[in-house]
């Protein structure tokens, strides 16, 4: 009998190290882990030249491509659009992402030109996990450079990398780490992004142009011009409904984010939540600022924690459409103001509410311009005044921003033992994003990036080595059959949100009894996973999967039945009582 279904997943390999001997002669069907190649760019490419890709050679949807530790350098593209590993194939969903897995320390270099390393040039489901980059051991380009560049591509992923840039001498060039342009569902997740200083303000570790529908969460963000720096044209496609969460940045020379760009409605509808932005103790540093001549309409800024800024606000102008929220952050210490503005008052569709002002300046300087008091804000402009209502002066009891411990205080000695009592923001936000999880946007929840109180903003570190754990081998089983492994096995002793993967022909797995995946996906401790895999379709076959949790790797394998034993045939005209004839 003939099982016709979908290809799956082929795992493909990558290693430089010499042992055992590699070969970009290798083709596809043979790559294995005895067997790889030698270059990152043949399976990318599917042959040993950007310029003539091979798609019958490139890895394919679904395919996970294992790195091995070292230094892989290419030859730099030249172009800021120009992605040097740029797939030759794409990925068709987030289940059959084509995934390039760092496999320990490989950094990847760029000589004698520069561009943008990894990334997708018009390639869709793309995942990079586990990439080191210095941009300083590389050649550069004149302009944006970035080490990272998902350009018209939809849904490429950057997850648990370190990018460590250089300093640009270059003006007005929109100099970053990590660019999406053009790009829809862009997610960059759990990276390390550092050093990204440009010459001027046009300048962030990341940056997006025609973005939408993308997440940036979990990043941890230091020594660069700012963290983020969302710039659209409103005549081109605008930067809509992005989230930004869970990342924090410290040590920026100029903004928290940045939101420019020009020609009406250039940003809209984009939330900002549960992020931290901290400067030095001499900082420069703009918490949230928004350029002149550009649309900021129905974005959000909610659950934010601003320490050492210069200024928290910088508001503009808008044009029409839903109003800018700005609930529930928590500003301590601001230098110079806690806003900005070219204009007499924040326009009408800015709502400021629930807001924690703290250690701020005071008089007409609480507003440095157009020079206004407290009372002014709150009172002539009515900003800061619904209930629960914001205060200025008030304390929040960070547990010890000095050591960059941004939760709130509970109780005396708790979380921190600077701790003298109970944060007075812990009252005071409306949760207008349900960031509790209940279902309600008008209940009381604390100020600050900390709703929870244990949430990981920044990267996700710690443990990600889980305790033992395995699965029952299956023998005998029937051929080309569906098999599940035992539902008993819960992973545990890691840190939640440990990323997860499996390898191997056919195999899938399911956590808590949802949808059977090959996807890359991330676990917490005490969830249980059950795995499921085609057996052979030939006699006494083994299978194997391979699953990864964190630095862990199991295999289950599932074996086929023994063929049966053929039953003799008995030759014509042969006497039971004389004898038996075989034949």
Request: net charge negative.
């Amino acid at each position: 009998m003939l099982l016709c279904g979908p290809a799956f997943a082929k795992s493909l390999y990558v290693n430089n190290s010499g042992s055992p001997a590699c070969s970009d002669s290798t083709n596809y069907a043979t790559n294995d882990s005895s067997n790889p190649w030698c270059t990152i760019g043949r399976a990318a490419w599917g042959s040993t030249s950007r310029s003539s890709p091979n798609t019958d050679e490139a890895a394919s949807a679904g395919d996970t491509v294992y790195v091995t530790a070292g230094t892989y350098t290419g030859n730099g593209t030249g172009n800021l659009f120009q992605v040097l590993y740029n797939p030759a194939n794409s990925g068709t969903d987030n289940n059959t992402r084509i995934v390039f897995q760092a496999v320990g320390l490989v950094k990847l270099v760029t000589t004698p030109t520069g561009g943008p390393i990894i990334g997708a040039d018009g390639k869709n489901y793309i995942t990079w996990d586990g990439f080191y980059i210095d941009d300083t051991e590389s050649a550069h380009i004149a302009g944006e450079d970035p080490m990272v560049m998902f350009h018209s591509s939809n849904y490429g992923t950057l997850q648990n990398s370190t990018l460590v840039g250089h300093t640009s001498s270059e003006t007005d060039a929109n100099f970053c780490g990590v660019a999406c342009y053009s790009a829809t569902g862009c997610r960059i997740y759990n990276n390390d992004i550092s050093n990204v200083v440009g010459a001027d303000t046009n300048s962030a570790a990341i940056f997006t142009y025609e973005a939408s529908y993308s997440i940036f969460e979990h990043n941890n963000i230091s020594n660069s011009t700012a963290a983020l720096f969302i710039k659209g044209r409103a005549d081109m496609n605008p930067d809509t409904n992005n989230v930004y969460r869970y990342n924090k940045a410290w040590n920026l020379l100029r903004f928290g984010a940045r939101l420019g760009g020009s020609s009406g409605a250039a940003n809209a509808n984009n939330l900002f939540y549960q992020n931290i932005f901290h400067g030095s103790t001499s900082s420069n540093m703009w918490g949230i600022f928004q350029n002149g001549n550009s649309s900021y309409t129905g974005n959000s800024f909610v659950n934010n924690t601003l320490y050492n800024v210069r200024m928290a606000w910088n508001y503009r102008d808008t044009y029409s459409g839903e109003p800018i929220i700005i609930y529930n952050n928590i500003i301590h210490t601001a230098t110079v103001g806690v806003a900005y503005s070219d204009f007499s008052a924040p326009p009408v569709d800015h709502n400021y509410q629930h807001n924690s002002y703290y250690n701020v300046p005071s008089g007409t300087a609480f507003v440095y311009s157009p020079s206004a008091s407290w009372t002014t804000w709150t009172t002539t402009w009515g900003l800061d005044t619904t209930s629960p209502a914001s205060t200025n002066g008030t304390d929040p009891l960070l547990a010890n921003p000095t050591d960059n411990d941004f939760r709130l205080c509970t109780a005396s000695g708790v979380p921190h033992a600077s701790c003298t009592g109970a944060s007075p923001a812990l009252t005071l936000g409306v949760d207008i994003l349900d960031l509790d999880g209940d279902s309600s946007t008008t209940d009381t929840i604390p100020a600050g990036a900390y709703v929870t109180g244990s949430e990981t903003i920044g990267t996700i570190s710690g443990d990600t080595t889980p305790d033992s754990f395995s699965w029952n081998n299956v023998t005998g089983s029937t051929r080309a059959t569906l098999i599940t492994s035992d539902n008993t096995t819960s992973i545990t002793g890691m840190v939640n949100g440990t990323t997860i993967s499996i390898s191997g022909s056919t195999c899938l797995y399911s956590i808590d009894g949802g949808a059977y995946t090959y996807a890359i996906g991330t676990i917490d401790a005490g969830q249980l996973v059950v795995l499921r895999v085609t057996s052979s379709s030939a006699y006494n076959t083994p299978v194997s999967c391979s699953l990864t949790v964190g630095t862990s790797t199991v295999e289950w394998t599932v074996t086929t039945e023994t063929a049966p034993t053929e039953t003799p045939k008995v030759s014509g005209g042969c006497s039971i009582s004389g004898g038996v004839g075989f034949q």
